[in-house]
Nanobody
């Protein structure tokens, strides 16, 4: 079993930045891919970014240039830096992990999920 705990969410003014962290514990696997998703009120869960153990990264088109994902395999931690935040970025942000090595856009491909952290962007 793997436990994922997100942190770093909060209230931020439009144009600002946030650094979201995801700490993995339990039966961790350094070769698995990890990703960040978000869900806004009334909307479906959507993929933001993913990263392989190797460090290869993948981003949804709408966050490219504003978002950077990184991981520290020695600390079982994944970080997502988000810049130039907009009110439409308001959502609950989730960290996810999978035992496989590939990054997938589909949430169903991920085996473990964190409890989520709220991000609210005000103008």
């Amino acid at each position: 079993q793997v436990q994922l705990v997100e942190s770093g969410g909060g209230l931020v003014q439009a144009g600002g930045s946030l650094r979201l962290s995801c700490a993995a514990s339990g039966r961790t696997f350094s070769t698995g891919a990890m990703g960040w998703f978000r869900q806004a009120p009334g909307k479906e869960l959507e993929f933001l970014a993913g990263i392989k153990w190797s460090g290869d990264t993948y981003y949804a088109d709408f966050v490219k240039g504003r978002c950077t994902i990184s991981r520290d395999n020695t600390k079982n931690t994944v970080i997502m830096q988000m810049n130039t935040l907009k009110p439409e970025d308001t959502a609950v942000y989730y960290c996810a992990a999978r035992s496989g090595t590939g990054v997938f856009i589909a949430a169903s491909q991920y085996d473990y999920w964190g409890q989520g952290t709220q991000v609210t962007v005000f103008s």
